[in-house]
């Protein structure tokens, strides 16, 4: 391989023992869909167009922040400043480093409407892998309907506080995510906006899930990761889960292959509270009681908020709402909440997964 060739700029790579020009030409002809480009997309898509994966689909729904340049390593001042979809300025910013791939970003909502359209039917056309860089347990369990219903290898991870976890499921060889977890209760889940995030503790899971795509990518999945694997490199301590027996014949999805979240009647509804201006968002699991002396905890480092009677209630500091007013929000005791200041279902469950969690 020479200068000139187009491969070149891959050449430290093909060098890699059982990569070679082979490898190369797979991850070429590859397609992954990154869905959430956050701490763990970004990482995740940046190594993947720049190891020249052929096509890379973005799915994002939300806008930058300038909280997010301490750990989102594809945006800068500029796009924080100008509030632009991360999908957008992702892409933008990997056409750049990368102009072999296709790059596509897709600014929208990952739900049980969109998601296997997007995944089977994107302009990219069908995915190879799915990348998890969501941030909420309901999201992921919607990708791992889609991956167990069309066999499609999905790459899970995620990184709060100081602590990471991954794991590959390749349905139907493996157990998949449902096998492992239950639905958790609401606002019994940690999420970044609540208890913060360490960047190279996300960077690390963004890397690992690019390194499990790859392996998938270039025909190498039985080099893919077979246990669960948990870690937190800030206190040191590392376990692993073997994922070998963990698929359980039971399993809703897996097992059954009900796919309650695709079909939409799992995971939350919202409902929009006519001429109030406001979203009710009930979570999968309403019903059971929540901890609101924690939510509290967690929303007031955001804003003004205090329990009284059984309710949290209060605005936040940083977040506005359609007609530029404060977000106000409720929570209840059984998980319910209602978002006040808004009308869009999609911007109330954003509201929602980023503060109370679930
Ligand atoms: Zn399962």
């Not at 023992?17 to 959430?36: D, N, P, Y």
């Not at 991360?86 to 296709?102: G, I, P, T």
């Not at 990761?225 to 073997?242: A, C, I, Q, T």
């Not at 909440?337 to 509201?351: D, K, Q, Y």
């Amino acid at each position: 391989m020479q200068q000139g060739d187009p491969l070149y700029r891959y050449h430290r790579q093909t060098l890699l023992a059982g990569f070679g020009a082979e490898g190369q030409e797979r991850l070429g002809a590859g397609h992954a869909v990154v869905v959430g480009v956050g701490a763990l997309g970004c990482p995740a898509a940046d190594l993947l167009v720049r190891a020249g994966v052929g096509r890379v689909t973005l799915i994002d729904r939300d806008v930058v922040e300038m909280t997010n340049l301490q750990r989102q390593t594809l945006f800068d001042e500029a796009d924080a400043r100008a509030g632009r979809a991360k999908a957008e300025a992702a892409r933008r910013r990997l056409e750049a480093v990368n102009s072999q791939a296709r790059v596509e970003g897709v600014v929208g909502d990952c739900c049980a409407r969109t998601a296997e359209s997007m995944m089977l039917d994107g302009p990219l056309g069908r995915a190879d892998v799915i990348v998890d860089g969501t941030d909420n347990f309901e999201t992921r369990f919607l990708l791992n309907d889609v991956s167990v219903k069309h066999a499609l290898p999905y790459v899970y991870g995620g990184a709060v506080g100081t602590r990471a976890v991954c794991a590959t499921f390749r349905p139907p060889q493996t157990a998949c995510l449902r096998c492992l977890f239950e639905t958790p209760a609401p606002g019994s889940t940690e999420t970044c906006d609540s208890v913060g995030v360490l960047a190279p503790v996300a960077t690390m899971v963004g890397a690992r899930e690019a390194l499990e795509a790859m392996k998938i990518l270039t025909g190498r999945a039985d080099l893919a990761s077979r246990s669960l694997l948990s870690f937190d490199p800030w206190l040191g301590e590392r376990r692993g889960l073997d994922l070998g027996g963990a698929k359980r014949a039971g399993c809703e999805c897996c097992g059954r292959r009900e796919f309650g979240f695709l079909a939409g009647d799992r995971g939350g509804r919202t409902t929009a509270m006519c001429g109030r201006g406001a979203v009710q968002v009930s979570p999968e699991s309403a019903g059971g009681d929540v901890d609101l002396g924690a939510v509290l905890a967690r929303l007031s480092i955001h804003g003004a908020f205090a329990l009284e009677e059984g309710v949290v209630r209060g605005e936040f500091a940083g977040e506005l709402g359609d007609a530029g007013g404060p977000v106000r929000l409720t929570v209840f005791g059984d998980g319910r909440a209602i978002v006040h200041g808004t009308t869009e279902p999609s911007r109330a469950r954003v509201v929602y997964a980023k503060y109370v969690g679930g």
